[in-house]
C-alpha cells in the first residue's frame, strides 16, 4: 500500500470486497477484462453453486474449481442411487441445500445420503414425492447444523417427537399442507419447558391440520401454542381454513404473557378486529412487516401505529414504557384488506420514514392538499385510491391536481403503482393522467414499472400525454385502465404503447 504505483484494482482484498457486492452475471463480466480481475473475482463465482434443471456443471468444470466451492444447492434435481461422485472429493464443501422439489429413487437413498453428508447439511426442502420411514426424522437429528427445514404435504403420523426435536434446532420452518397426528399434549401447557423452540426465527404455516386434538382444544389452538413455544421468533406467516381461526390468534398474539418479544413480521390470511390489532401493535418492539389483507386498519391501529409507548410487564404488572423508536419510524410494508375503514392512509404517508409498501387505503386529494409532507420516500410499491374529491376541470380543481402529482413525483424510487385499488367492479375517479392536470409532476418516476388505474371510467388521454410517458419512465412495462372511453383515441393510445413494447390491458 506504500507504494504509489500500485494499482488498487490489483490488491485482491480490494477486489474481493467489491466483488462481493455484485451480482453473478456483473462477476462473469468483470473476469472477462483482465486476468488479474479473473483470478481474484473467479473465487466468488464458485463459492456456491446451483445444481438443477437450469445447470450442471460438468465433471472437469467441477474439478478445476473444486478450490473454491463451499456450498452446493440441488434445485429440483433427480438423484440416481448415489450423491453425484464429482462432488464428492470437494475438500472445502461447508453447505449443501435441498431445495424444491428433488427427488430420490427410494427412500433410503435419501437417507443414506443425509448420514454420508451429516456434518454439512443445512437446508432441506421435504415433498410429497417420497415417503419418509418412520426412522428419517431420527436421521435428521444428526445433521447439526440443518437449519432450514420446509415441509410440502407429507403427514407425519410417526415420530411426532423426534419431528419437534429437530424443530427445536431450526431457524427457518415452513409447513405447507402438512397433517400431524398425536400432537403431543404437553405443548398445550403454559409450562411444557419440553417443548420450547429458542432457535425458530422464521415461521410459515399453511394449512396445517392437527388430527383429533385432545378435547377441548381445537386445531388452531395447537397452532398457536406451537406459536407461542418461539421466543425468538421474528417473522410468522399463517394461512389456512377460516374454521377456529379466531382460537390462534387470540393464544399465539394476544393471551398473557406476551412471548414474542423479537416478532416484527407478520402476514396473516386471518380476520382480526381493529382493538385486536391495536393490542398486538402495543406489545410489539419493533414492526417490520405487516400483512393482513384481510383486515381493517382503524382509528385503534393508527393509534398504536403513531405511539410512543408500549405495554410490558413488569414484576408481573402490565404498563406502558416509552419506546426506542414508534412503530410508525420502523415499518417498511403495511398491506390492509381492500374494505378497510379508510382511516390514517395521509398519516402513514407522513409518518412512516422507512415505509416501502402501502397497499389498502383511501386517501383523497384534499387530504393531501391540506396534510403534511409525505416522508416515505423510499415506497417502491403504493397501491391506494387516491379519490378525486375535486372538481378537476375548476381552475381551483386543478391547482389541487397539480399539488397531489407534485407529492407523487417525490416518490422517486417507486416501481408499483395502482391509483384506484384494483376494484374491478365499482367506479372509482382519480387523477387525470394528462399534462394539463399536472402528469408532468411525475417526471422523476424512473424506475416505474407499471401503473393501473382499474375502475376509473372518465381518463381522458391524449397522444401527448403518451409519448410523454413513453419519454419519462424509461422502465414502464405496462398501463392498465381505460385510458380514453372515445374508441378511435383509446385504439390510437393502445397503438402507440405497444409499437413502445408497453402493455396496455382494460
Known amino acids: 500500500m506504500d507504494n504509489p504505483k500500485l494499482n488498487p484494482f490489483e490488491i485482491p482484498e480490494i477486489l474481493l470486497l467489491i466483488g462481493e457486492l455484485l451480482e453473478r452475471s456483473d462477476l462473469l463480466n468483470c473476469i472477462r477484462v483482465s486476468k488479474a480481475f479473473h483470478r481474484i473475482l473467479i473465487s466468488l463465482i464458485w463459492r456456491k453453486i446451483t445444481v438443477g434443471p437450469k445447470g450442471d456443471p460438468d465433471s472437469k468444470a467441477v474439478q478445476k474449481h473444486k478450490e473454491y466451492i463451499e456450498e452446493i444447492t440441488f434445485d429440483n434435481y433427480t438423484f440416481n442411487d448415489s450423491f453425484p461422485e464429482?462432488?464428492?472429493?470437494?475438500?472445502?464443501?461447508?453447505?449443501?441445500?435441498?431445495?424444491?422439489?428433488?427427488?430420490?429413487?427410494?427412500?433410503?437413498?435419501?437417507?443414506?445420503?443425509i448420514k454420508a453428508h451429516s456434518s454439512i447439511i443445512t437446508i432441506l426442502h421435504l415433498t410429497k414425492h417420497i415417503e419418509y420411514p418412520p426412522e428419517f426424522w431420527k436421521v435428521l437429528l444428526e445433521c447439526t447444523n440443518l437449519n432450514h427445514l420446509e415441509i410440502n404435504r407429507i403427514d407425519i403420523d410417526v415420530g411426532v417427537d423426534l419431528f419437534l426435536q429437530v424443530c427445536m434446532r431450526l431457524?427457518?420452518?415452513?409447513?405447507?399442507?402438512?397433517?400431524?397426528?398425536?400432537?403431543?399434549?404437553?405443548?398445550?401447557?403454559?409450562?411444557?419447558?419440553?417443548?420450547?423452540?429458542?432457535?425458530?426465527?422464521?415461521?410459515?404455516?399453511?394449512?396445517?391440520?392437527?388430527?383429533?386434538?385432545?378435547?377441548?382444544?381445537?386445531?388452531?389452538?395447537?397452532?398457536?401454542?406451537?406459536?407461542?413455544?418461539?421466543?425468538?421468533?421474528?417473522?410468522?406467516?399463517?394461512?389456512?381454513?377460516?374454521?377456529?381461526?379466531?382460537?390462534?390468534?387470540?393464544?399465539?398474539?394476544?393471551?398473557?404473557?406476551?412471548?414474542l418479544n423479537n416478532l416484527s413480521d407478520l402476514c396473516a390470511y386471518i380476520t382480526i378486529e381493529d382493538e385486536d390489532i391495536a393490542a398486538l401493535l402495543r406489545r410489539m418492539t419493533e414492526l417490520k412487516?405487516?400483512?393482513?389483507?384481510?383486515?381493517?386498519?382503524?382509528?385503534?391501529?393508527?393509534?398504536?401505529?403513531?405511539?410512543?409507548?408500549?405495554?410490558?410487564v413488569d414484576n408481573g404488572q402490565l404498563?406502558?414504557?416509552?419506546?426506542?423508536?414508534?412503530?410508525?419510524?420502523?415499518?417498511?410494508?403495511?398491506?390492509?384488506?381492500?374494505?378497510?375503514?379508510n382511516i390514517g392512509g395521509q398519516t402513514i404517508l407522513s409518518n412512516c420514514p422507512r415505509l416501502k409498501t402501502l397497499d389498502g387505503f383511501?386517501?383523497?386529494?384534499?387530504?393531501?392538499?391540506?396534510?403534511?409532507?409525505?416522508?416515505?420516500?423510499?415506497?417502491?410499491?403504493?397501491?391506494?385510491?387516491?379519490?378525486?374529491?375535486?372538481?378537476?376541470?375548476?381552475?381551483?380543481?386543478?391547482?389541487?391536481?397539480?399539488?397531489?402529482?407534485?407529492?407523487?413525483?417525490?416518490?422517486?424510487?417507486?416501481?408499483?403503482?395502482?391509483?384506484?385499488?384494483?376494484?374491478?367492479?365499482?367506479?372509482?375517479?382519480?387523477?387525470?393522467?394528462?399534462?394539463?392536470?399536472?402528469?408532468n409532476e411525475l417526471a422523476n418516476l424512473k424506475r416505474l414499472d407499471w401503473l393501473r388505474i382499474i375502475g376509473d371510467g372518465c381518463q381522458r388521454m391524449q397522444l401527448e400525454d403518451a409519448k410523454w410517458i413513453v419519454s419519462n419512465w424509461p422502465r414502464i412495462r405496462g398501463v392498465n385502465g381505460v385510458l380514453n372511453d372515445e374508441k378511435e383515441t383509446a385504439d390510437l393510445l393502445k397503438g402507440f404503447f405497444e409499437s413502445h413494447n408497453i402493455s396496455i390491458r382494460q
Open 86 to 113: 464429482k462432488y464428492e472429493s470437494l475438500q472445502r464443501l461447508q453447505s449443501i441445500a435441498y431445495t424444491w422439489w428433488c427427488s430420490w429413487p427410494t427412500p433410503i437413498h435419501l437417507i443414506n445420503q
Open 362 to 439: 383511501i386517501i383523497t386529494v384534499s387530504e393531501i392538499v391540506d396534510g403534511a409532507e409525505w416522508v416515505c420516500t423510499g415506497l417502491t410499491r403504493l397501491i391506494i385510491y387516491l379519490k378525486a374529491d375535486i372538481d378537476q376541470e375548476t381552475e381551483e380543481g386543478m391547482a389541487k391536481a397539480r399539488i397531489t402529482f407534485r407529492q407523487l413525483g417525490k416518490l422517486t424510487r417507486l416501481e408499483y403503482l395502482m391509483l384506484t385499488q384494483g376494484l374491478w367492479n365499482r367506479s372509482r375517479r382519480t387523477l387525470d393522467l394528462r399534462l394539463r392536470a399536472g402528469l
Open 319 to 341: 404498563v406502558r414504557k416509552t419506546r426506542l423508536r414508534r412503530l410508525c419510524e420502523t415499518v417498511e410494508t403495511l398491506v390492509f384488506g381492500i374494505y378497510n375503514n
Open 171 to 259: 431457524r427457518h420452518l415452513e409447513l405447507d399442507h402438512i397433517t400431524i397426528h398425536q400432537f403431543p399434549i404437553n405443548i398445550l401447557s403454559r409450562e411444557h419447558s419440553e417443548y420450547i423452540f429458542p432457535n425458530i426465527h422464521t415461521l410459515r404455516i399453511d394449512h396445517v391440520r392437527i388430527t383429533d386434538p385432545s378435547y377441548p382444544y381445537s386445531n388452531w389452538y395447537c397452532l398457536g401454542m406451537f406459536v407461542r413455544s418461539c421466543p425468538a421468533l421474528c417473522s410468522l406467516e399463517i394461512k389456512g381454513q377460516s374454521r377456529d381461526k379466531e382460537d390462534f390468534y387470540k393464544v399465539a398474539l394476544l393471551q398473557h404473557p406476551w412471548t
Open 289 to 312: 412487516q405487516l400483512h393482513l389483507s384481510t383486515c381493517k386498519f382503524g382509528q385503534f391501529s393508527l393509534q398504536e401505529l403513531l405511539a410512543d409507548r408500549q405495554e410490558v
